[in-house]
């Protein structure tokens, strides 16, 4: 020991055993020997080998010289290395090197061999390793803690084993690196932010994308070391993020990507950073708040993350980013959402009304993306959604941008397809979005062509996918229409009607395209083209592609068949693909990849092919129906009754029938129809009768033996069904027998001789049969149809009342309340209306008879005879039945023709009877009149007497009847512009003289210079020129102006000698000037024509008198307020029932948030806007109840109301001659007096409204309401109106003349709802006050439900008065063709008006640019 001892103190090295001098003088192949023995000589020494230590003390000193540390051969240096982790391991604690030079040397050293683990498949590898593991496990470099370039080492160490790391390492290798970089951080009293970056740089995206290990050690090094580092990572972050020094490190650009990242190691890394994030939240720079807020999408919409429950401060700051002025911000706060509900359901709760507020953002952008992060949830999981999500999804589907519209809809079918067809998520899903397959057919109400024809798309591959089996793809068409609402049912008809309307088109240009080319036949095509082209999105392009198609049909003969073969009435499913794939590969091109004709084309092709009908599938649908009828189907798994399957099922055939006739042609589809018509259900057997008229006319050819069997169940049906079962048994003779006259005889005879009065509820049926019979063939039974009509129907059945009526204070009851007599006298006058109607000649006066009858019956208020026995619901019936029977009438020009004045002006005031059903069905039949083309222009005028009205759905339908009626026209002038000499009766500025004499002689209107009268007047001139003057075409309000100045220089050719009847003519037309004057600012212009009058209502202008005197009162002008019409388009509806009363609250956030289109129903000035309109809501009773029963107040208070209708020459009577009442009639005096006990009934909608004047508002009763501020409505979005009917449209059958019929016997019991919205912010005007005493005597008393105008007592408490539902229930007896072209449905549309947001961040700085003063 002491010989060692004494060698090392000489300074001489010692080696082992066998290892002779390492010098440079020898070998490199040697001295790489030498260093192996060496090496392991120091492996198997341990700590405890004092004398070894001492004995090779010196050769470690010499190891760790220049010689060897900067050998240049690696293999030298590698043994070197490992000789040094081992001194460092046997030496430890102490090392023998004290010099902090040297030792800085010797771990740069080492260090620069650890890169040599970079090769894992190096024969030295497993000496890296080695070397790795033994400073790892020594921890050697925490020596390096005592020296001034620590850092230096720690860094460069850092750096080395980052670079070298890579997917050949196995876990050891990944574990004693980070057991050697954790014991520096954990044990050394500081971590520079040198080395701190070292770490972090692996956690910027880049860089773990490039080197994804590196990224998993510095992830398991931050986990170890998370409590020791996380001070200095605090400190940096704080010193970026608050102090702004970006300058203290490289990564200051990556931080918030280091935050993400940090945050997914470990939470805890951040607890003192999170803190500054809700400061950088808010900060005025929007490309920082930006990155935080993408930064936080990330942290709470991480799948794991509870950070919204541990941090709630800074959650609810980033939902406050949900209203950035930023939209970029806000735009990435939509897209986190999807994130979230997927990962963090238990969130949904607090996004909700942050994405209800960005469902309405201004931006479309953020519209569209709100509609993304809910669907991709939804289809997810649809738990993930609450149904206000879902809902918001629906709002957008009525968007004003076409692109949110489809993401909505789209993902809205696909949410349907998953969950309820295909049934993932069981029946609780299915059942959660039932909502989903109507809400997607209401959008084909909308106008857009766009909207349209993507509802027909998802229909055809969402709802009912074509691609289904046939079996399986009618049960999914069979289950659907059954759980289908009412309206989404029309739609889906709608569709159907409008495709197989193309498809005829398309057929027709066919046949055009293969004539002989002619000026005649290219203007024919062009007429075809456009025609087609409305029906295509993008009319303006369209049509250049439709004439390509034109020309492509007329040249290539194989795409003509093909064409011809899928628009032909036997084509198949499965041939319509084959001919669509055929066609649109013949006419595409693999070089333009891009073809917009080719989309055209395709659009055109899936809108005509029959890709769901054919004579397969309507088999399979009646096999369908068939397991109903056994109880074999799967109703009850459906969630269907049984029975209302079958009848929805019948109905679904009576709808194909009528587009897809030849696809019922076969003997078993005509079987089951006849076991369906013994059926005990009327609708069902009802439906089969449709069916079989629809589709039976040649079934005397093709299927004999069911003739035979169905005859004698027809002429059953005819003489004893129901009436409307009889109706359509009569058709069905018609339609499918060649010798239907012997038929038609069978069945006449014994009905016409078994007329019975006594058997009132037998003679209804009857009756019915008569009718139609007399429509159809009025020539084979002329002589005993007018005996009938004469003897029986007038004398015995209309002039007599043979049962007391109930006395009820009701003026409305339901239809199976309305007495057997009533029902008789409705038929019976359909029998006299269709019999003229199927004679259409007057040459035996019998029509002047039958007006005469019909306006006494108007004439009387539906007592004929003025006996007193019918009840006040059953005059309700008769005046709307005689009502609906003039408009029938005057649809038929040979009657037209012979309707006086008086009798028209009489019918007209049935718009304001003063109940409310038959205003209803009247206003009903009246739209549909016009809509068709067949009432006269002077009809539309009628609307005008709507403005009113005291129920704000009735004047909202009246207005919204008045903007499609004057579309319809307008559209057919466009598409037919040669008929020039109709355009006095299409044009619809005509209607002003129409208008203006019907309110000139407004019963009234009777003090000439009255100004509240004068108001009323203006109101209702108005009502009908805002719509008209909405569009300024050819410079229509000069036009308008010049008529209005024509009638002024003429006189009333009803009373041309009567001065008074001619200056209220006069102060009419002042009245409309006014108007016209203060609406427009081109009135003045040059007419564009010279406008023709009506010489029925006005003489011929004298040319040497000019009639300049102005009639108005001066204190009139005030009320005639400039201001541009508002724009008409048709986005309301006209016949959804009415809902329940009810006033919508608007808060002022909401307000804020989007500000809806200009109202439509008034503009600026207007009457309607000029002082708050009443409605039912504020009525003290309710709308159809007759109170003269329930006076019982003293006779001082009776003698203060002026007393009713009197029978004598009175001022009334005089004015009842002037409006053409030729038929004297005597009924006792009856008063017509208004409760003011505030006992209202339990239903209220069926009581009459405390009004003054023909339902309108009393004047005297708003007075209590001076103080009332008009409710603030919610500004709800206009909805939309189903597509005009075509007027050669295919519907057009042989049923048509009788189509209409049926539906007076329930007078159009559906309530209108359309909403209308209020202007808010506006006060009421105080309300006018009545008519004094003097007047209200001279007032003719006799006038169509308008109550005398008296005094009323301000209503206690206003309360709304709605309809009960036996009063709005429809008819189930009403006819389903008069249905459809009746109710336009309606659906919310989008505004076009700009959205108004008030931002956090804005408010502020709009503060400061406010102007000061």
């Given at each position: 020991?002491?010989?060692?001892?004494?060698?090392?103190?000489?300074?001489?090295v010692a080696y082992p055993p066998g290892v002779k001098e390492i010098s440079d003088k020898i070998?490199?192949?040697?001295?790489?020997?030498?260093?192996?023995?060496?090496?392991?000589?120091?492996?198997?020494?341990?700590?405890?080998?004092?004398?070894?230590?001492?004995?090779?003390?010196?050769?470690?000193?010499?190891?760790?010289?220049?010689?060897?540390?900067?050998?240049?051969?690696?293999?030298?240096?590698?043994?070197?290395?490992?000789?040094?982790?081992?001194?460092?391991?046997?030496?430890?604690?102490?090392?023998?090197?004290?010099?902090?030079?040297?030792?800085?040397?010797?771990?740069?050293?080492?260090?620069?061999?650890?890169?040599?683990?970079?090769?894992?498949?190096?024969?030295?590898?497993?000496?890296?390793?080695?070397?790795?593991?033994?400073?790892?496990?020594?921890?050697?470099?925490?020596?390096?803690?005592?020296?001034?370039?620590?850092?230096?080492?720690?860094?460069?160490?850092?750096?080395?084993?980052?670079q070298v790391i890579n997917n050949g390492h196995n876990q050891k290798v990944h574990m004693h690196?980070?057991?050697?970089?954790?014991?520096?951080?954990?044990?050394?009293?500081?971590?520079?932010?040198?080395?701190?970056?070292?770490?972090?740089?692996?956690?910027?995206?880049?860089?773990?994308?490039?080197?994804?290990?590196?990224?998993?050690?510095?992830?398991?090094?931050?986990?170890?070391?998370?409590?020791?580092?996380?001070?200095?990572?605090?400190?940096?972050?704080?010193?970026?993020?608050?102090?702004?020094?970006?300058?203290?490190?490289?990564?200051?650009?990556?931080?918030?990507?280091?935050?993400?990242?940090?945050?997914?190691?470990?939470?805890?890394?951040?607890?003192?950073?999170?803190?500054?994030?809700?400061?950088?939240?808010?900060?005025?720079?929007?490309?920082?708040?930006?990155?935080?807020?993408?930064?936080?999408?990330?942290?709470?919409?991480?799948?794991?993350?509870?950070?919204?429950?541990?941090?709630?401060?800074?959650?609810?700051?980033?939902?406050?980013?949900?209203?950035?002025?930023?939209?970029?911000?806000?735009?990435?706060?939509?897209?986190?959402?999807?994130?979230?509900?997927?990962?963090?359901?238990?969130?949904?709760?607090?996004?909700?009304?942050?994405?209800?507020?960005?469902?309405?953002?201004?931006?479309?952008?953020?519209?569209?993306?709100?509609?993304?992060?809910?669907?991709?949830?939804?289809?997810?999981?649809?738990?993930?959604?609450?149904?206000?999500?879902?809902?918001?999804?629906?709002?957008?589907?009525?968007?004003?941008?076409?692109?949110?519209?489809?993401?909505?809809?789209?993902?809205?079918?696909?949410?349907?397809?998953?969950?309820?067809?295909?049934?993932?998520?069981?029946?609780?899903?299915?059942?959660?979005?039932?909502?989903?397959?109507?809400?997607?057919?209401?959008?084909?109400?909308?106008?857009?062509?766009?909207?349209?024809?993507?509802?027909?798309?998802?229909?055809?591959?969402?709802?009912?996918?074509?691609?289904?089996?046939?079996?399986?793809?009618?049960?999914?068409?069979?289950?659907?229409?059954?759980?289908?609402?009412?309206?989404?049912?029309?739609?889906?008809?709608?569709?159907?009607?409008?495709?197989?309307?193309?498809?005829?088109?398309?057929?027709?240009?066919?046949?055009?395209?293969?004539?002989?080319?002619?000026?005649?036949?290219?203007?024919?095509?062009?007429?075809?083209?456009?025609?087609?082209?409305?029906?295509?999105?993008?009319?303006?392009?369209?049509?250049?592609?439709?004439?390509?198609?034109?020309?492509?049909?007329?040249?290539?003969?194989?795409?003509?068949?093909?064409?011809?073969?899928?628009?032909?009435?036997?084509?198949?499913?499965?041939?319509?693909?084959?001919?669509?794939?055929?066609?649109?590969?013949?006419?595409?091109?693999?070089?333009?990849?891009?073809?917009?004709?080719?989309?055209?084309?395709?659009?055109?092709?899936?809108?005509?092919?029959?890709?769901?009908?054919?004579?397969?599938?309507?088999?399979?649908?009646?096999?369908?129906?068939?397991?109903?009828?056994?109880?074999?189907?799967?109703?009850?798994?459906?969630?269907?009754?049984?029975?209302?399957?079958?009848?929805?099922?019948?109905?679904?055939?009576?709808?194909?029938?009528?587009?897809?006739?030849?696809?019922?042609?076969?003997?078993?589809?005509?079987?089951?129809?006849?076991?369906?018509?013994?059926?005990?259900?009327?609708?069902?057997?009802?439906?089969?009768?449709?069916?079989?008229?629809?589709?039976?006319?040649?079934?005397?050819?093709?299927?004999?033996?069911?003739?035979?069997?169905?005859?004698?169940?027809?002429?059953?049906?005819?003489?004893?069904?129901?009436?409307?079962?009889?109706?359509?048994?009569?058709?069905?003779?018609?339609?499918?027998?060649?010798?239907?006259?012997?038929?038609?005889?069978?069945?006449?005879?014994?009905?016409?001789?078994?007329?019975?009065?006594?058997?009132?509820?037998?003679?209804?049926?009857?009756?019915?049969?008569?009718?139609?019979?007399?429509?159809?063939?009025?020539?084979?039974?002329?002589?005993?149809?007018?005996?009938?009509?004469?003897?029986?129907?007038?004398?015995?059945?209309?002039?007599?009342?043979?049962?007391?009526?109930?006395?009820?204070?009701?003026?409305?009851?339901?239809?199976?309340?309305?007495?057997?007599?009533?029902?008789?006298?409705?038929?019976?006058?359909?029998?006299?209306?269709?019999?003229?109607?199927?004679?259409?000649?007057?040459?035996?006066?019998?029509?002047?008879?039958?007006?005469?009858?019909?306006?006494?019956?108007?004439?009387?208020?539906?007592?004929?005879?003025?006996?007193?026995?019918?009840?006040?619901?059953?005059?309700?019936?008769?005046?709307?039945?005689?009502?609906?029977?003039?408009?029938?009438?005057?649809?038929?020009?040979?009657?037209?023709?012979?309707?006086?004045?008086?009798?028209?002006?009489?019918?007209?005031?049935?718009?304001?009877?003063?109940?409310?059903?038959?205003?209803?069905?009247?206003?009903?039949?009246?739209?549909?009149?016009?809509?068709?083309?067949?009432?006269?222009?002077?009809?539309?005028?009628?609307?005008?007497?709507?403005?009113?009205?005291?129920?704000?759905?009735?004047?909202?339908?009246?207005?919204?009847?008045?903007?499609?009626?004057?579309?319809?026209?307008?559209?057919?002038?466009?598409?037919?512009?040669?008929?020039?000499?109709?355009?006095?009766?299409?044009?619809?500025?005509?209607?002003?003289?129409?208008?203006?004499?019907?309110?000139?002689?407004?019963?009234?209107?009777?003090?000439?210079?009255?100004?509240?009268?004068?108001?009323?007047?203006?109101?209702?001139?108005?009502?009908?020129?805002?719509?008209?003057?909405?569009?300024?075409?050819?410079?229509?309000?000069?036009?308008?102006?010049?008529?209005?100045?024509?009638?002024?220089?003429?006189?009333?050719?009803?009373?041309?000698?009567?001065?008074?009847?001619?200056?209220?003519?006069?102060?009419?037309?002042?009245?409309?000037?006014?108007?016209?004057?203060?609406?427009?600012?081109?009135?003045?212009?040059?007419?564009?024509?010279?406008?023709?009058?009506?010489?029925?209502?006005?003489?011929?202008?004298?040319?040497?008198?000019?009639?300049?005197?102005?009639?108005?009162?001066?204190?009139?002008?005030?009320?005639?307020?400039?201001?541009?019409?508002?724009?008409?388009?048709?986005?309301?509806?006209?016949?959804?029932?009415?809902?329940?009363?009810?006033?919508?609250?608007?808060?002022?956030?909401?307000?804020?948030?989007?500000?809806?289109?200009?109202?439509?129903?008034?503009?600026?000035?207007?009457?309607?806007?000029?002082?708050?309109?009443?409605?039912?809501?504020?009525?003290?009773?309710?709308?159809?109840?007759?109170?003269?029963?329930?006076?019982?107040?003293?006779?001082?208070?009776?003698?203060?109301?002026?007393?009713?209708?009197?029978?004598?020459?009175?001022?009334?009577?005089?004015?009842?001659?002037?409006?053409?009442?030729?038929?004297?009639?005597?009924?006792?005096?009856?008063?017509?007096?208004?409760?003011?006990?505030?006992?209202?009934?339990?239903?209220?909608?069926?009581?009459?409204?405390?009004?003054?004047?023909?339902?309108?508002?009393?004047?005297?009763?708003?007075?209590?309401?001076?103080?009332?501020?008009?409710?603030?409505?919610?500004?709800?979005?206009?909805?939309?109106?189903?597509?005009?009917?075509?007027?050669?449209?295919?519907?057009?059958?042989?049923?048509?003349?009788?189509?209409?019929?049926?539906?007076?016997?329930?007078?159009?019991?559906?309530?209108?709802?359309?909403?209308?919205?209020?202007?808010?912010?506006?006060?009421?005007?105080?309300?006018?006050?009545?008519?004094?005493?003097?007047?209200?005597?001279?007032?003719?008393?006799?006038?169509?439900?308008?109550?005398?105008?008296?005094?009323?007592?301000?209503?206690?408490?206003?309360?709304?008065?709605?309809?009960?539902?036996?009063?709005?229930?429809?008819?189930?007896?009403?006819?389903?063709?008069?249905?459809?072209?009746?109710?336009?449905?309606?659906?919310?549309?989008?505004?076009?008006?700009?959205?108004?947001?008030?931002?956090?961040?804005?408010?502020?700085?709009?503060?400061?640019?406010?102007?000061?003063?």
């Amino acid at each position: 020991m002491a010989h060692s001892k004494a060698r090392a103190a000489d300074g001489k090295v010692a080696y082992p055993p066998g290892v002779k001098e390492i010098s440079d003088k020898i070998s490199k192949e040697e001295m790489v020997r030498r260093l192996k023995m060496v090496v392991k000589t120091f492996m198997d020494m341990d700590q405890d080998s004092e004398e070894q230590k001492e004995l090779y003390l010196n050769l470690a000193l010499h190891l760790a010289s220049d010689f060897f540390l900067k050998h240049p051969d690696k293999d030298v240096r590698l043994l070197v290395a490992c000789c040094l982790a081992d001194i460092f391991r046997i030496y430890a604690p102490e090392a023998p090197y004290t010099s902090p030079d040297k030792l800085k040397d010797i771990f740069m050293f080492i260090t620069r061999q650890l890169k040599g683990l970079e090769d894992t498949k190096s024969p030295q590898f497993n000496r890296y390793f080695y070397l790795l593991e033994n400073i790892a496990w020594v921890k050697s470099y925490n020596i390096c803690f005592e020296l001034e370039d620590s850092n230096e080492i720690f860094t460069q160490l850092y750096r080395t084993l980052f670079q070298v790391i890579n997917n050949g390492h196995n876990q050891k290798v990944h574990m004693h690196m980070v057991d050697l970089m954790s014991s520096i951080i954990c044990e050394g009293d500081t971590v520079s932010q040198e080395l701190l970056d070292t770490v972090l740089v692996n956690l910027v995206p880049a860089h773990k994308n490039l080197n994804k290990q590196a990224y998993d050690l510095a992830k398991a090094l931050l986990k170890r070391t998370a409590q020791a580092i996380e001070p200095y990572i605090t400190n940096f972050f704080n010193q970026v993020l608050m102090l702004g020094k970006t300058s203290v490190s490289d990564l200051s650009e990556h931080v918030f990507d280091l935050i993400l990242e940090l945050y997914n190691i470990d939470g805890h890394l951040l607890l003192s950073v999170l803190p500054q994030l809700e400061f950088k939240l808010k900060s005025n720079d929007n490309d920082e708040r930006l990155q935080v807020v993408k930064l936080l999408a990330k942290m709470f919409g991480a799948k794991d993350s509870e950070l919204a429950a541990q941090n709630k401060p800074l959650w609810q700051c980033y939902l406050g980013r949900f209203n950035d002025i930023h939209v970029p911000i806000r735009l990435e706060c939509v897209k986190f959402a999807s994130h979230c509900l997927m990962n963090h359901p238990d969130l949904a709760k607090d996004l909700t009304e942050f994405l209800r507020v960005r469902s309405h953002d201004p931006e479309e952008a953020i519209r569209h993306d709100v509609i993304v992060s809910i669907v991709t949830a939804a289809k997810k999981d649809l738990s993930l959604v609450n149904d206000a999500l879902l809902n918001f999804v629906k709002e957008r589907t009525l968007d004003k941008r076409w692109r949110v519209r489809k993401e909505a809809m789209m993902g809205l079918a696909s949410i349907y397809r998953k969950y309820s067809l295909q049934g993932e998520g069981g029946r609780e899903a299915s059942k959660q979005i039932s909502w989903i397959k109507d809400k997607l057919l209401h959008i084909y109400y909308q106008n857009s062509i766009d909207d349209r024809l993507l509802v027909e798309r998802i229909f055809a591959q969402y709802m009912v996918p074509h691609s289904l089996e046939t079996a399986e793809r009618m049960k999914c068409l069979y289950y659907l229409y059954a759980t289908l609402d009412t309206n989404a049912v029309k739609a889906l008809n709608e569709m159907w009607k409008c495709q197989n309307l193309l498809r005829h088109n398309v057929k027709d240009l066919l046949d055009l395209v293969k004539k002989p080319k002619s000026e005649t036949s290219s203007k024919a095509v062009f007429a075809k083209v456009m025609v087609i082209t409305r029906n295509l999105p993008d009319p303006g392009k369209a049509q250049d592609f439709v004439k390509k198609l034109a020309q492509v049909l007329e040249d290539d003969e194989r795409i003509r068949d093909q064409l011809e073969t899928l628009v032909g009435p036997s084509c198949s499913c499965k041939q319509a693909e084959l001919c669509v794939r055929d066609i649109t590969k013949k006419l595409g091109s693999p070089k333009q990849p891009s073809n917009p004709f080719l989309e055209m084309v395709k659009f055109l092709l899936e809108r005509i092919a029959p890709v769901h009908i054919d004579t397969e599938s309507i088999s399979a649908l009646i096999k369908q129906v068939n397991k109903s009828i056994e109880g074999t189907a799967d109703d009850d798994e459906e969630g269907v009754l049984t029975d209302s399957a079958i009848r929805a099922g019948l109905e679904l055939l009576k709808v194909l029938s009528f587009t897809h006739p030849v696809s019922f042609h076969s003997a078993e589809t005509f079987e089951s129809l006849l076991g369906c018509l013994k059926m005990d259900d009327e609708k069902v057997a009802e439906a089969a009768l449709q069916i079989f008229k629809n589709t039976g006319g040649k079934m005397e050819e093709s299927f004999p033996h069911i003739k035979f069997v169905l005859l004698p169940v027809l002429q059953s049906k005819a003489k004893r069904g129901p009436p409307r079962q009889a109706k359509y048994a009569i058709y069905c003779i018609n339609a499918m027998f060649a010798n239907r006259d012997t038929h038609f005889a069978q069945i006449f005879e014994p009905l016409h001789k078994g007329l019975d009065p006594a058997d009132l509820e037998q003679l209804i049926t009857p009756l019915t049969t008569l009718g139609h019979l007399a429509q159809l063939a009025p020539e084979q039974f002329a002589a005993p149809l007018k005996s009938l009509v004469a003897n029986f129907i007038v004398k015995d059945l209309l002039m007599n009342d043979r049962i007391p009526g109930k006395k009820t204070t009701k003026l409305w009851v339901p239809d199976d309340e309305v007495s057997p007599e009533t029902m008789a006298k409705i038929q019976g006058i359909k029998l006299m209306v269709r019999w003229l109607l199927g004679v259409k000649n007057n040459q035996s006066k019998s029509g002047n008879s039958t007006l005469r009858m019909l306006t006494a019956i108007l004439h009387s208020d539906g007592d004929l005879t003025e006996q007193g026995k019918m009840g006040k619901p059953d005059m309700s019936r008769l005046r709307l039945a005689a009502a609906c029977a003039l408009l029938k009438l005057a649809q038929e020009p040979c009657y037209h023709k012979i309707i006086t004045l008086e009798q028209y002006q009489l019918c007209a005031l049935v718009i304001n009877d003063e109940c409310y059903q038959v205003r209803q069905g009247f206003a009903q039949k009246l739209h549909r009149g016009l809509c068709r083309l067949r009432l006269p222009l002077e009809y539309m005028a009628v609307f005008a007497l709507c403005a009113k009205d005291p129920v704000k759905e009735r004047r909202a339908h009246a207005r919204q009847c008045l903007v499609k009626n004057v579309n319809i026209r307008r559209e057919y002038l466009k598409q037919h512009a040669a008929i020039s000499d109709k355009l006095f009766s299409l044009l619809p500025e005509y209607v002003v003289p129409y208008a203006v004499h019907l309110l000139a002689h407004d019963p009234d209107y009777v003090k000439v210079q009255d100004i509240e009268q004068l108001k009323d007047i203006k109101e209702a001139l108005w009502f009908v020129l805002e719509i008209i003057m909405a569009k300024n075409e050819n410079n229509s309000h000069a036009f308008i102006r010049k008529m209005v100045e024509n009638i002024k220089q003429t006189k009333d050719a009803q009373s041309p000698a009567d001065s008074k009847t001619n200056e209220k003519l006069y102060t009419v037309c002042d009245v409309a000037m006014h108007i016209i004057m203060s609406k427009s600012t081109t009135y003045s212009l040059e007419s564009p024509k010279d406008p023709i009058l009506p010489s029925t209502l006005f003489t011929k202008p004298d040319k040497n008198i000019s009639n300049t005197k102005y009639y108005l009162p001066p204190e009139m002008k005030s009320f005639f307020a400039p201001g541009k019409p508002k724009s008409a388009n048709v986005l309301g509806a006209v016949n959804k029932p009415l809902s329940s009363a009810g006033k919508q609250i608007q808060s002022k956030a909401s307000r804020m948030e989007t500000a809806s289109n200009d109202d439509s129903s008034s503009s600026p000035g207007s009457p309607q806007r000029g002082k708050s309109r009443h409605d039912s809501a504020e009525m003290d009773h309710s709308e159809n109840e007759d109170l003269s029963r329930k006076r019982a107040d003293s006779a001082d208070k009776e003698s203060e109301k002026p007393r009713g209708r009197k029978r004598g020459l009175t001022a009334g009577d005089a004015a009842d001659i002037k409006r053409g009442r030729k038929k004297a009639t005597t009924v006792t005096e009856a008063e017509d007096m208004w409760g003011d006990e505030d006992n209202r009934p339990e239903d209220e909608q069926n009581n009459p409204p405390k009004k003054g004047r023909r339902g309108r508002p009393p004047k005297a009763a708003a007075s209590g309401n001076q103080d009332a501020l008009p409710a603030k409505g919610k500004r709800e979005r206009k909805k939309a109106a189903p597509p005009p009917e075509d007027d050669d449209d295919k519907e057009d059958d042989e049923e048509r003349p009788d189509e209409d019929d049926d539906d007076e016997e329930d007078g159009g019991g559906g309530a209108e709802n359309v909403e209308v919205k209020t202007r808010t912010g506006r006060q009421a005007r105080t309300p006018r006050r009545s008519q004094s005493s003097d007047v209200a005597e001279l007032t003719p008393q006799k006038r169509r439900g308008r109550p005398p105008k008296s005094a009323q007592p301000p209503p206690k408490k206003p309360t709304r008065g709605g309809r009960s539902k036996g009063g709005a229930a429809k008819d189930d007896s009403e006819d389903e063709e008069d249905q459809e072209d009746d109710e336009v449905q309606e659906e919310p549309t989008p505004k076009d008006g700009s959205f108004l947001y008030v931002w956090q961040f804005s408010i502020k700085t709009r503060l400061r640019r406010q102007p000061k003063y």
